[in-house]
């Protein structure tokens, strides 16, 4: 019924930046937390960010000042622009929302992840 289908990741230099997005689509009658998480090589996933519907917002504390989520309640998107990008923020990226659907229950969809790759 809801399909999150993210894109932007790839392999990017120690200090380089880059932007996720995560279109969330369906059968959507509200949309509430918006989030990305990260799960690397042997560790369980992590909450990198997140943002709810009125914009405010929640960042690990290893990201804050290096990244920003921002979302477009239009086109119901999430953002995650990431920046001064060092190798061990090189994981799986994965989009999460938290989605209320016309005549069902309010459930939490996943993306399917993007590589996000940083090295020399």
């Known amino acids: 019924q809801v399909q999150l289908v993210e894109s932007g990741g790839g392999l990017v230099q120690p200090g380089g930046s880059l932007r996720l997005s995560c279109a969330t689509s369906?059968?959507?009658?509200?949309?509430?937390?918006m989030g990305w998480y990260r799960q690397a090589p042997g560790k369980e996933r992590e909450l990198v960010a997140d943002?709810?519907?009125?914009?405010?917002?929640n960042y690990a504390d290893s990201v804050k000042g290096r990244f920003t989520i921002s979302r477009d309640n239009a086109k119901n998107t999430v953002y995650l622009q990431m920046s001064r990008l060092q190798p061990e923020d090189t994981a799986v990226y994965y989009c999460?929302?938290?989605?209320?659907?016309?005549?069902?229950?309010?459930?939490?969809?996943w993306g399917q992840g993007t590589q996000v790759t940083v090295s020399s």
């Open positions: 999460n929302a938290d989605v209320q659907v016309y005549g069902g229950a309010r459930v939490t969809y």
């Open positions: 369906g059968r959507i009658f509200n949309l509430y937390v």
């Open positions: 943002i709810t519907n009125g914009g405010s917002t």
